[in-house]
Antibody, heavy 124, light 108 residues
Framework: EVQLVESGGGLVQPGGSLRLSCAAS????????MSWVRQAPGKGLEWVAN????????YYVDSVKGRFTISRDNAKNSLYLQMNSLRAEDTAVYYC?????????????????WGQGTLVTVSS | EIVMTQSPATLSVSPGERATLSCRAS??????LAWYQQKPGQAPRLLIY???TRATGIPARFSGSGSGTEFTLTISSLQSEDFAVYYC??????????FGQGTKVEIK
């Protein structure tokens, strides 16, 4: 059974940092692109970042470029999101999600499994 | 950025009735369109990808259609567990996939 379990959320002041983790199990983690997707309270979904199977390629939504860093440790079956210079508008539930593989070593871009999410609140 | 617009925002349907949800893209996304279901306090669940292919374990009462800029999710006979928010997502503009704002399906 595919499982994705996020952790690391919490309350942080504007300008602060937080590191989210996602523990994966039930599939060959190193064979998949992985993503972070967020959802502000009462709002819709927003893709945040993704990372290639070997970590060699990473992509970000414009609003987090230069502030967030996605990474992974395939030996630990874990995905991470380092969030710096946090803003109030980063307040959201952050989901870890699996990207099914497509041809050419890329992913399709939709998400077939999601974790339960971890809440990040940026407030003074 | 490709903007996805869903309609209606809220759909009131009686159990057993048919529900039709719409999703429009600001430019063509070919068939690179997915649908998700989200219940309160839960993560989204993939229902449809490739505009019309049901994901693993999704009941046949869920069907997707469309291509280009106009897409539809149909739930043929609503069950109690189907009352939820539904999101469409385009992934044609990889990796910048974008979601619609959601349609809430509520009990009439």
């Amino acid at each position: 059974e595919v499982q994705l379990v996020e952790s690391g959320g919490g309350l942080v002041q504007p300008g602060g940092s937080l590191r989210l983790s996602c523990a994966a199990s039930g599939f060959t983690f190193s064979s998949y692109w992985m993503s972070w997707v967020r959802q502000a309270p009462g709002k819709g979904l927003e893709w945040v970042a993704n990372i290639k199977q070997d970590g060699s390629e990473k992509y970000y939504v414009d609003s987090v470029k230069g502030r967030f860093t996605i990474s992974r440790d395939n030996a630990k079956n874990s995905l991470y999101l380092q969030m710096n210079s946090l803003r109030a508008e980063d307040t959201a539930v952050y989901y870890c999600a699996r990207d099914p593989p497509a041809a050419g070593g890329y992913s399709y871009g939709y998400f077939d499994y999601w974790g339960q999410g971890t809440l990040v609140t940026v407030s003074s | 950025e490709i903007v996805m617009t869903q309609s209606p925002a809220t759909l009131s349907v009686s159990p057993g009735e048919r529900a039709t949800l719409s999703c429009r893209a600001s430019q063509s996304v070919s068939s690179n369109l997915a649908w998700y279901q989200q219940k309160p306090g839960q993560a989204p669940r993939l229902l449809i990808y490739g505009a019309s292919t049901r994901a693993t374990g999704i009941p046949a009462r869920f069907s997707g259609s469309g291509s280009g800029t106009e897409f539809t999710l149909t739930i043929s006979s609503l069950q109690s567990e189907d009352f939820a928010v539904y999101y469409c997502q385009q992934y044609n503009n990889w990796p910048q996939g974008t979601f619609g704002q959601g349609t809430k399906v509520e009990i009439k």
